[in-house]
């Protein structure tokens, strides 16, 4: 069981920046991918950025140059630098775990909103 808390959202301008942070915790790591989804109202949950054990990243084409994931592997947190941020980047922000067994875990989401 994995359990993942993010935290770091909230209100900010157009134009501005801020960054997310997700901890995973519980037993028995060996976590494969990482990463951040979103999803707006009245629109389906879409990949933001995942990042794999390996460091290898990938991310939505719309954020592709405005965000940066990493991970602190020591800490099992990831992070999301949001950056040049835009009223469509306004969403909840989910945190998710996955293992290479194929089990999935998310965080309960934190509220992003972009607006002056």
């Known amino acids: 069981q994995v359990q993942l808390v993010e935290s770091g959202g909230g209100l900010v301008q157009p134009g501005g920046s801020l960054r997310l942070s997700c901890v995973a915790s519980g037993s028995g790591f060996n976590i494969y991918l990482m990463g951040w989804y979103r999803q707006a109202p009245g629109k389906q949950r879409e990949l933001v950025a995942t990042?794999?054990?390996?460091?290898?990243?990938n991310y939505l084409d719309s954020v592709k140059d405005r965000f940066a994931i990493s991970r602190a592997y020591a800490k099992n947190t990831i992070y999301l630098q949001m950056s040049s941020v835009k009223p469509e980047d306004t969403a909840v922000y989910y945190c998710?775990?996955?293992?290479?067994?194929?089990?999935?875990?998310w965080g309960q989401g934190t509220q992003v909103t972009v607006s002056s």
């Open positions: 990042i794999t054990s390996g460091g290898s990243t």
């Open positions: 998710k775990a996955a293992f290479l067994a194929g089990e999935q875990y």
